[in-house]
């Protein structure tokens, strides 16, 4: 689904990913970690297609499509979505309204119909009932005034709309209590299947006691530099990242 | 970057939609203004002798009058000698009924979107079409007429309801109050004129589409609304002219008299042609627009999105004389390329407990020069007045300027005044965040920009709302940098 070939990217004069490579198979859940400053969530930007990143070197391939050649709306449209660590506010623009655009603008480059006020209706509350939020959340206008577990679920709500093949979940931890956490990893857990793919960027382990990874890879200074399964993930909670960079200076 | 230049190379390059022209004969009295010119417009429109008194006035005031220079915009100086002040098209006579309409011109208006003949009214207006100097079509006037409600061009009120046009012309926007209303009373050609009876809740809206077409002419017509006690009306006003490498003047008067427990609901979609993108060509849009809430517990509500004209100079006002009156006052102004606006709003308030609410929203892109200048005085009489101002700026692009005149005058202590203001920038984090989810750049902006003038778009009936939000995303498109 998702094969990074030595992607190498960089902001400004500043070199943050040093020859990523990512393989990622549909019903896969990936977790990517590391310490601070390690590139984490540049991967995710770059993916999604962030203007101010340049690639320097590298390929993507995403269901067969040259990903980097393709504009960011073109990205989401063919089923790239990004769970923001910051989701930004849009006054007088409710979630409803803003999801209708959406989803009728990627319907339209699939060549499909957009759908009625009533489909549309019908496929929210559907939706609304399995990342279990409420539709007054919906109403108001996007992200404004919301809490930071208000704005996490409404990510994942999106993500529930779109139906992408591939998400990726950039710190959607940051911020949760362990309450709010649960109901987040519970709707992602559910929306999952053997057809999409999931990759978790996160510092913490503690998310993927809930979203369960089927590989761990450690990103340090822009490479992966360790992958495993779970455990990995444990050790890391363990032992903290300094082993890791003591590994990396051995090498 | 370069992405987002290209954008906006392509989106600002758009032409003008409404910017063409229609060949018909018109009918029209040579360039230069002075008292024979006067003469001959009052006579064109076979007026009686007080109407030409008070044009001849009302010119001899606007020569001893100077041009306001305060307002916050640029152009060159007006040669008013190098004008028309009259252009019709010709017709035979004023049409009695829409079939006498000459085709052209239904063709015309056909070709705005706004349907003169029976079977494709717009359901629920009833339409007044002005084009040049001359209203040429007025619609549902039988309807209205069951119930009292006269609809009908300024000249037609003129001859058939002398008495009601006498009392109230100049009654809210006397004849020297401006510069351009001092013109406007010299040498006004037509317009709409509104008469709606004690206790009669209008049925439809109502609405006047302006239209310029000949070239070198000004425009410049008054509307009249009175509504007596107790009556209601909501007003629609829409305009539309050529491109056409020269300035062309508009300057309108619209006076609204409100009685008793009258409420009047005016509103603008402003789209004259605003001049290219590099600055040429466009109308000057002078216009003065105020309510009188003369009687206890009326109320005036202005709304306005004001998209197009080179230069807007415009403050639709209310003053409130009546106890317990209110004044509303919702703006959206938008400036892209060249544009300048300088629009705003004055509240008076005279009466006891009188309310006013002020929501100005400008939206400055490219080059253009975007600036609320509103007003709000409380006289020694207004006991309890209250007044909520709101002025917010968006900026598209670094290249726009944004400006507030705000002038509070306070002359009783029982006053509460709360005056807001943001200015913001349609964020990247914003527009990356729409492309994340598969939207892409042109509806991201206009998804932003109509979120952010929500709360005045929703003032506008129905039918216009949708109108507007298509205006200002076509208005903008590209505009981010």
């Known amino acids: 689904m998702l094969s990074i070939k030595n992607l190498t990217a960089k902001i400004g004069d500043k070199q943050i990913l040093n020859g990523i490579n990512l393989e990622v198979k549909p019903g896969e859940v990936h977790a990517i970690m590391g310490p601070n400053g390690s590139g984490k969530s540049t991967l995710a930007s770059v993916l999604a297609g962030r203007e101010e990143y340049e690639v320097m070197a590298g390929e993507v391939d995403f269901l067969g499509k040259d990903l980097l050649a393709l504009a960011p709306e073109d990205r989401a449209r063919e089923g790239l979505f990004l769970a923001f660590q910051y989701p930004v506010e849009i006054p007088g623009v409710s979630t409803i309204n803003f999801m209708k655009t959406a989803l009728n603008q990627i319907l339209e480059h699939r060549g499909q119909q957009p759908l009625d006020a009533v489909s549309f209706l019908k496929l929210m509350k559907e939706k609304m009932k399995l990342v279990e939020i409420d539709q007054s959340l919906l109403n108001r206008s996007l992200n404004e005034g919301f809490s930071g577990g208000e704005k996490k679920r409404n990510e994942i709500f999106q993500m529930a709309m779109l139906e992408p093949k591939l998400a990726i979940l950039d ?27 999931v990759v978790v960027v996160t510092h913490y382990q503690r998310l993927l006691d809930y979203i369960v990874p089927d590989y761990v890879h450690v990103l340090y200074k822009g490479k992966i530099v360790k992958s495993g399964t779970k455990d990995l993930a444990l050790e890391l909670e363990a032992k903290g990242y300094d082993w890791i960079k003591d590994e990396v200076a051995i090498a | 970057m370069s992405k987002d230049n290209q954008v906006l190379e392509e989106l ?24 024979s010119i006067i003469r001959f417009i009052s006579t064109k429109k076979n007026e009686p002798e007080w109407l030409l008194e008070w044009r001849l006035s009302a010119f001899r005031q606007w020569t001893k009058m100077k041009e306001p220079k305060w307002p916050n915009v640029t152009y060159p100086p007006i040669d008013y000698q190098d004008l028309i002040y009259y252009s019709a098209p010709k017709q035979k006579a004023k049409a009695k009924n829409l079939e006498d309409v000459d085709p052209e011109l239904i063709k015309t208006f056909e070709k705005l979107g706004i349907s003169l003949t029976e079977q494709k009214r717009l359901t629920g207006i009833a339409v007044d079409a002005v084009i040049d100097s001359v209203s040429v079509a007025t619609t549902y006037k039988e309807t209205l007429a069951e119930l009292g409600i006269i609809f009908c061009s300024f000249s037609e009120a003129v001859q058939e309801h002398p008495e009601l046009v006498k009392k109230y012309m100049g009654s809210v926007v006397p004849v020297n109050d401006n510069y351009f209303a001092a013109l406007n009373s010299a040498v006004f050609t037509d317009g709409s004129f509104c008469y709606i009876p004690k206790g009669v809740r209008c049925p439809m809206e109502l609405s006047t589409y302006f239209r310029i077409n000949a070239a070198n002419t000004g425009q410049f017509e008054r509307t009249l609304i009175v509504a007596d006690e107790g009556a209601y009306v909501s007003y629609l006003e829409g305009c539309t002219a050529p491109m056409r490498d020269e300035n062309q003047l508009h300057a309108a008067v619209v006076e609204i008299y409100a009685m008793k427990d009258a409420q009047v609901k005016y509103s603008t979609v402003q789209n004259w042609y605003p001049g290219d993108k590099n600055g040429k060509g466009g109308i000057y ?22 998209t197009g004209s080179a230069i807007t100079w415009k403050y639709p006002s209310c003053i409130l004389k009546g106890d317990n009156s209110m004044g509303e006052f919702y703006s959206v102004a938008v400036t892209n390329n060249y544009q300048q606006a300088d629009t705003g709003t004055k509240m008076i308030h005279i009466g006891k407990n009188t309310k006013s609410r002020i929501v100005s929203k400008g939206i400055s892109a490219g080059h253009s020069q975007n600036s609320y200048r509103g007003q709000v005085h409380i006289m020694k009489r207004a006991e309890n007045a209250r007044n909520f101002s709101q002025c917010d700026s968006l900026l598209m692009g670094d290249k726009c300027g944004a ?7 306070v002359e009783n202590n029982t006053a509460r005044i709360e005056h807001e203001a943001t200015t913001s920038k349609i964020g990247e984090d914003q527009i990356f965040y729409c492309l994340q989810r598969g939207i892409d750049e042109e509806s991201a902006v206009a998804l932003i920009v109509n979120g952010y003038a929500k709360e005045v778009l929703n003032q506008l009936p129905m039918e216009f709302a949708v109108e507007a939000q298509k205006l200002l995303a076509l208005t903008l498109e590209g505009s981010v940098g």
């Open chain 1, 171 to 197: 710190e959607t931890d940051s911020g949760l209590d362990i309450d709010a956490l649960k109901i987040v990893a519970n709707g992602v857990n559910k929306l999952r299947n053997k057809s999409n793919a």
């Open chain 2, 12 to 35: 600002t390059s758009k032409e003008y939609e409404h910017g063409w022209t229609i060949d018909i004969e018109t009918d029209s009295a040579p360039k230069g203004l002075n008292e």
């Open chain 2, 285 to 306: 849009n002078f216009v003065t627009k105020r309510g009188l809430c003369f009687g206890d517990s009326s109320k005036i509500s202005w709304t306005q999105v004001e």
């Open chain 2, 403 to 409: 400006h507030t005149f705000p002038y509070i005058d």
